[in-house]
């Protein structure tokens, strides 16, 4: 599980690690910021919406807790997609769908009406265009892949920060009405970025041998045999549990800072902080994760970040003034873009490019349990004791149960991992002594044909080298 798997994707195409994967990562970065930042941007204009419906404040949360139940939820559907018809077209179909959604809800005249297109349309456009971007990624990046998914990742930030001052300014200037319609239009450059994830193509004289192998995997819509992989299983575990914290203290941190007794602006500016902090968090760790001593070992990185997210909630637990919360938005932010940087990467890790896509489906749809879970039981534990540091020590608590979940689950598959392959290999070393042995002056002539006819046909594979996606390095 700990290991990095080195293949070279469905196709059988070594990936460029730069190139066209460039304009690839571009891409991503801008699916990524507009699906992790649009349901917070959102939110913008609740005030509104509770005036026009005569609507509490919860019934507009509604809005942005729909679009990431179908981020989430619906990874399945986006693998199974993805398998059947690629990145390109379900990106593109994504586009169109989260576009549609705010555009039509521009134009509706109840709340449930936007719960259909602003919440469960533009969220599983959204989706859709979400997780092929970041398998567009991992088939285009292998060396450089850990700095390509802290660059991608740096969008979240970044988006957070510009679409939630532009709505505000929508607001004022048009209306939520108007405010939907130019963001469904802005959303439409997610087509612009689906037509950048070009398919890559396969050698022309290794089709021939290859196309049975690529059949069999097209077939499978949604590859079930990821649950077989112990490391994969160990990981949706951790994710799962680390999900029902990681997203508390964002949530409550601006509530926390005005039952402090501080001004909305400056609670407010408590999330800019962060989200300051989190842009240039996450580049410097994808660029630490791809340094070659720390790559093998990227998922004890990964637990390690995961243990620094949940110390800094247990000890903004104890922040009693501004300071303190200032001072846990950096550590916070610090810890959370690592978080963000770290988690894919560490699955592409484990189950390499060919299950990928069925995986980070399998493992979207477990996440989204707990991020329904999560926050609303955060806040029935506020209402019943009416105590901040209570949210954050539970939030701080799950988070460091699942970096050990994670790092002690990893060391035991490792070690398991590290004897079968020793007795293997001994045990085909020895089958290959005996053969020799028994070998008669013709089978070497033939064997020596074979070594001959092998370096003629190399030189025709490119200088590329083809791995298997089950070998682990």
């Known amino acids: 599980m700990g290991a990095v798997v080195a293949d070279d994707g469905?196709?059988?195409?070594?990936?460029?690690?730069?190139?066209?994967?460039?304009?690839?990562?571009?891409?991503?970065?801008?699916?990524?910021?507009?699906?992790?930042?649009?349901?917070?941007?959102?939110?913008?204009f609740f005030k509104e919406l509770i005036r026009e419906f005569g609507i509490g404040y919860s019934d507009t949360a509604w809005i942005s807790s729909i679009l990431l139940a179908m981020l989430y939820g619906t990874g399945p559907l986006c693998s199974v997609c993805v398998n059947r018809f690629g990145c390109r077209p379900v990106m593109l179909v994504g586009g169109l769908f989260a576009s549609m959604g705010m555009v039509i809800a521009s134009f509706c005249t109840s709340i449930v009406q936007i719960y259909l297109t602003a919440g469960v349309i533009t969220g599983l456009g959204l989706a859709l265009n979400f997780q092929p971007s970041l398998i567009?990624?991992?088939?285009?990046f292998d060396k450089r892949r850990p700095l390509a998914n802290g660059l991608s990742a740096a969008g979240s930030p970044v988006f957070l920060c510009a679409l939630s001052p532009l709505g505000q300014i929508l607001q004022h200037e048009y209306g939520w009405r108007g405010g939907f319609l130019i963001?469904?239009?802005?959303?439409?450059?997610?087509?612009?970025?689906?037509?950048?994830?070009?398919p890559l193509e396969p050698p022309k004289k290794s089709e021939d041998t290859k196309e049975p192998a690529e059949k069999?995997?097209?077939k499978k819509l949604l590859d079930f045999s990821v649950f077989k992989d112990g490391g994969f299983v160990i990981y949706a575990l951790a994710a799962s549990i680390m999900v029902l914290g990681l997203f508390v203290p964002p949530v409550?941190?601006?509530?926390?800072a005005k039952d402090l007794g501080y001004h909305d602006t400056k609670a407010a500016f408590l999330l800019t902080i962060l989200g300051f902090i989190d842009i240039f968090a996450r580049p410097i760790c994808g660029m630490v994760a791809g340094l070659k001593w720390v790559r093998p070992r990227c998922v004890y990185l990964f637990s390690f970040a995961m243990i620094f997210n949940g110390f800094t909630d247990l000890m903004g637990s104890m922040s009693a003034d501004?300071?303190?919360?200032?001072?846990?938005?950096?550590?916070?932010?610090?810890?959370?873009?690592?978080?963000?940087?770290?988690?894919?990467?560490?699955?592409?890790?484990?189950?390499?490019?060919?299950?990928?896509?069925?995986?980070?489906g399998l493992v979207l749809l477990a996440e989204a349990m707990a991020v329904l879970i999560g926050p609303p039981s955060a806040g029935k534990l506020l209402d019943a004791t009416g105590r901040y540091m209570f949210v954050f020590i539970i939030a701080g608590i799950e988070v460091t149960t699942s970096a050990l979940v994670l790092a002690l689950g990893n060391f035991f598959c490792i070690k398991k991992k590290s004897e079968e392959p020793h007795t293997k290999e001994e045990a085909a070393e020895r089958e290959e002594?005996?053969?020799?042995?028994?070998k008669t002056p013709e089978d070497a002539k033939v064997d020596s044909i074979e070594v001959e006819q092998f370096l003629k046909d190399e030189p025709e594979k490119n200088g590329e080298v083809v791995t298997n996606p089950e070998t682990c390095v």
Not at 136 to 140: D, P
Not at 252 to 256: A, G, L, N, Q
Not at 328 to 356: D, N, P
């Open 433 to 438: 002594l005996n053969k020799s042995e028994d």
């Open 10 to 44: 469905p196709s059988g195409v070594k990936a460029p690690d730069g190139g066209w994967g460039w304009a690839v990562l571009f891409g991503c970065f801008i699916i990524t910021g507009f699906s992790y930042a649009f349901p917070k941007a959102v939110s913008v």
């Open 136 to 140: 567009m990624l991992n088939r285009y």
């Open 252 to 256: 409550f941190v601006v509530s926390y």
């Open 322 to 360: 501004y300071g303190g919360l200032v001072v846990f938005c950096i550590f916070f932010g610090i810890s959370y873009g690592m978080v963000g940087a770290l988690q894919f990467e560490v699955l592409m890790a484990i189950v390499g490019t060919q299950k990928f896509s069925s995986a980070i």
């Open 216 to 218: 069999k995997v097209k």
């Open 183 to 198: 963001l469904g239009g802005m959303l439409l450059n997610c087509c612009v970025c689906g037509a950048l994830m070009r």
